[in-house]
């Protein structure tokens, strides 16, 4: 494999192709139990109607950890709708369809959400009321089998030039509650310091889905507690803010 073209710099991990496959290596750091865990939750959703990389080996390369999946040739949602301001209603509308078409797909081996939510509000180190308030409203919330992605956000949407879209990323993938997904969508929006777009997305969520918009709003501080431990510090800031200014019902 020939690491010489990056093609994405995240945190904790770069991404490189070589022809067609893209090669995400991990820092040296990197947990390797979250590597093979990312590279299972794709093979998983691979199962599904979805159209998302083809996994094809997780190896290690220089000492580090590496997943290589197919490179999917084209642009991301979000550059898409920064260089065609004109068009970012359609762009947002295919968004939207791409996560209920998600949503209604099941992935019965991946991890259950509340689980998950339930061991990071454990670990935001908020005081012992907070936590016990954000515990009940969690587990007062109906249990649901769809498939979430985690981080559904236009950055993780590829466009061909053909139109067919496909997901990446699947590191956060669980089985659980839609709207869950949706107020995770949303506060990713915020963070992206783009709020008109937080709230047309929001609004046509609700619209398409028929979901009240009250009901994605009482995952907002669960979602905002649970995302916000590995958070960068003023990212932590701003999701502990979601968490405080919910009145508790």
């Not at 093979?43 to 979805?50: G, W």
């Not at 359609?90 to 939207?96: A, I, N, S, T």
């Not at 506060?187 to 609700?206: M, N, P, R, T």
Request: with cysteine; aromatic share 8%; hydrophobic share 40%.
């Amino acid at each position: 494999m020939k690491l010489d073209k990056v093609i994405a710099v995240r945190t904790n991990k770069t991404v490189y192709r070589d022809g067609r496959l893209a090669i995400k290596v991990f820092d040296s750091d990197y947990s390797k139990a979250d590597v093979l865990n990312e590279a299972l939750n794709q093979a998983r959703v691979e199962e599904t109607a979805l159209n998302i990389p083809r996994l094809h080996e997780v190896c290690t390369v220089g000492g580090k950890w590496a997943i290589v999946s197919d490179f999917i040739p084209g642009k991301t949602l979000a550059r898409l709708m920064e260089e065609n301001p004109d068009r970012r209603d359609e762009y947002m509308d295919l968004f939207v369809d791409l996560q209920l078409k998600m949503h209604a797909q099941t992935c019965p081996l991946l991890g259950k959400l509340k689980d998950k939510m339930s061991r990071k509000i454990d670990e935001t180190g908020l005081d012992a009321t907070t936590r016990y308030e954000l515990h009940a409203r969690l587990q007062g919330m109906p249990n649901h089998k769809k498939l979430c992605h985690g981080d559904f956000d236009p950055k993780n949407i590829i466009l061909r030039d053909d139109g067919e879209a496909f997901i990446l990323d699947w590191s956060h993938a669980t089985q659980g509650n839609a709207s869950a997904d949706a107020a995770r969508t949303y506060l990713l929006f915020w963070l992206a310091g783009d709020i008109d777009g937080a709230e047309s997305y929001l609004h046509l969520f609700c619209k398409k889905s028929d979901t009240a918009r009250q009901y994605v709003q009482k995952w907002i501080p669960i979602v905002a507690a649970s995302q916000s431990v590995k958070g960068r510090a003023e990212e932590r800031e701003f999701l502990l803010h979601w968490v405080n200014v919910v009145d508790y019902e």
